[in-house]
């Protein structure tokens, strides 16, 4: 059970340029997050997902977007990277069966330059 | 959403038990309170959750007094692999927002 898979583990971006990060999840679970962590400072809720098809703004939307065709995916496409998006990206997926409890992904370290 | 707030850092030494509090004056009556442990280079990590009274389990207790605006991770007897970010959570649907977070130094 693999539980959420991102990839790339790490990545280095012109300004500019564009990318898509992969998230995937095998818990058949119904929600899925993005979330951005500055060096030193706390997660970040960029969009989340309630089900295949539903997506929200978190606390810091701009100069991403989501999508979520599928139950297990639910990718994050960085457009036009900027500097401000350099930061390590955590994806999550939870279900809210007993309560809520989150299972993260082991992060991308992403580098605009 | 129930706002948070817990100490920026705390001290300790091996063996001793920590006890991090969390305020959360606003929490609605379906919140859970979860504890998230985590360490450096890495996703955050589920620890225990609770919804009122005291819950165990065999990394940490959780405190939660009657009136539900705050709770206590308790972690007993720590050791320096217990150095890490501890995040406290209320939430009953999916929108999960972390606060700050407390760094908890664990010294020798």
């Known amino acids: 059970n693999a539980g959420v898979t991102q990839t790339p583990k790490f990545r280095i971006l012109k300004i500019g340029q564009s990318m898509t990060l992969q998230c995937a999840q095998d818990?058949?679970?119904?929600?899925m997050y993005w979330y951005r962590q500055d060096p030193g400072m706390g997660l970040k809720l960029i969009y989340y997902?309630?089900?295949?098809?539903?997506?929200d703004k978190g606390e810091v939307p701009n100069g991403y977007n989501v999508s979520r065709s599928t139950t297990e995916d639910f990718p994050l496409r960085l457009e036009l990277a900027a500097p401000s998006q350099t930061s390590v990206y955590f994806c999550?997926?939870?279900?809210?069966?007993?309560?809520?409890?989150?299972?993260f992904g082991q992060g991308t370290r992403l580098t605009v330059v | 959403l129930a706002k948070t707030t817990q100490p920026i850092s705390m001290d300790s030494y091996e063996g001793q038990e920590v006890n991090i509090t969390c305020s959360h004056n606003?929490?609605?009556?379906?919140?859970?309170i979860t504890w998230y442990q985590q360490f450096p280079s890495q996703g955050p990590r589920f620890i225990i959750q609770?919804?009122?009274t005291k819950v165990t389990n065999e990394v940490a207790s959780l405190f939660i007094p009657a009136d539900r605006k705050s709770s206590t991770l308790s972690l007993p007897r720590v050791s320096l692999s217990d150095t890490a970010v501890y995040y406290c959570?209320?939430?009953?649907?999916?929108?999960?927002?972390f606060g700050q977070g407390t760094t908890l130094q664990v010294k020798p």
């Open positions: 999550a997926s939870s279900n809210l069966d007993s309560g809520v409890i989150a299972f």
């Open positions: 818990m058949n679970h119904n929600y």
């Open positions: 997902s309630v089900g295949a098809g539903i997506t």
């Open positions: 606003n929490i609605a009556t379906n919140d859970y």
């Open positions: 609770g919804y009122k």
């Open positions: 959570l209320v939430a009953n649907t999916g929108k999960l927002i």
